[in-house]
């Protein structure tokens, strides 16, 4: 299977999955249980999400690795487990994809704070570099750093991609706020300094995720294309802002309504499509028929 850049230069438009979280939950996870242990405890659940996105008409898949971190995983006792936990978490992606998808290892941050002294630049690069290592090894066609808000953390995440191992990289950042005609992460980067950083150290693929629903999604991408107009862009909205109700967080944006906009998502700029929080197999369903339909394959 060829790199994801290759197939962008054959397809407008590339579909993502949707989220993981979201599905674990509804399979049993607890509040307080670690997600990647399901990929050693649970596989035949993991399989079945990975599956459903597949079935659903995912050209990508991500792995259950988000927090395979050994930071994250310490919370739970797990801090050793990092190289079988994410080794596991690919074989199950591509147990779902074959050879005909491709499988984006997650990489997510690690809830340390280098601003506050919780961790060193050299900690948090040898976290990075052996949970990209074990995912590399285990056979991803690509590292996916996501949910970064830290620019700082998220710059070494992506250099330990990228001194590491030969695979293309994408990065993407959650932007929360907006003042003026542009969006700021929570720890106030811009979507202009996302852009410089991230393309100098090397990033294939570029974007956003989480923290907003597919509408101010759209605003974000096209502030990025004005800023660079050939670097291609991932984005994964959210299906809408949660909100908490009867005891549990949902997310009100339907899979049609999300679908009726995916257009203007594209038209925007982005060349990945697919969905964060709150979004399912249904949402990944409509947004490929949508993307058949409008010919923005």
């Known amino acids: 299977m060829g790199k994801i850049l290759d197939l962008l230069k054959t397809r407008r438009c590339l ?31 993991v ?10 008409g995912a050209d990508l898949i991500k792995t259950n690795s988000f ?13 050793g487990r990092v190289n079988a936990l994410n080794q596991a978490a690919v074989r199950i992606s591509r147990k779902a994809a074959g050879d005909s998808k491709m499988v984006m ?37 690509a590292i996916l750093i996501e949910t970064m808000s830290d620019l700082q953390e998220a710059s070494i995440a992506i250099r330990a991609a990228r001194e590491n191992t030969p695979l293309e ?18 720890m106030g ?5 996302m852009v410089s950083a991230f393309k100098s150290l090397g990033v294939d693929i570029i974007g956003v995720n989480c923290g907003k629903g597919i509408g101010e999604t759209i605003e974000l991408v096209r502030k990025i294309r004005s800023i660079d107009s050939e670097i291609p862009i ?15 967080t949902v997310f009100l944006e ?44």
């Not at 599905?23 to 050693?40: T, V, Y």
């Not at 980067?189 to 300094?193: D, L, N, Q, R, S």
């Open 15 to 45: 579909l993502s999955d949707g989220a993981w979280g979201t599905l674990l939950h509804r399979k049993g996870l607890k509040p307080g249980e670690c997600p990647e242990s399901w990929n050693l405890t649970h596989e035949g659940h």
């Open 47 to 56: 399989v079945d999400i990975a599956r459903s996105y597949i079935d659903a």
């Open 67 to 79: 927090g395979g971190n050994c930071f994250k995983l310490g919370h739970y006792g797990l801090a």
């Open 105 to 141: 290892a997650s990489v997510g941050p690690t809830g340390k704070l280098l601003m506050m002294g919780d961790v060193t630049e050299d900690e948090l690069y040898d976290a990075f570099r052996d949970q990209i290592l074990a995912l590399y090894e285990a056979g991803a066609d």
């Open 169 to 186: 990289v994408l990065a993407t950042m959650t932007y929360e706020s907006a003042a003026g005609d542009d969006f700021f992460t929570m």
């Open 189 to 193: 980067v811009g979507t202009a300094e």
């Open 234 to 248: 991932i984005a994964h909205p959210n299906a809408g802002l949660p909100e908490y109700r009867d005891g549990e």
């Open 254 to 297: 339907t899979p049609g309504q999300m679908a009726s906009r995916l257009e203007e998502l594209v038209s925007a700029g982005a060349r990945i499509v697919g969905g964060c929080c709150g979004t399912t197999p249904s949402h990944i369903e409509k947004f490929a028929a949508i993307i058949k339909k409008a010919n923005l394959f």
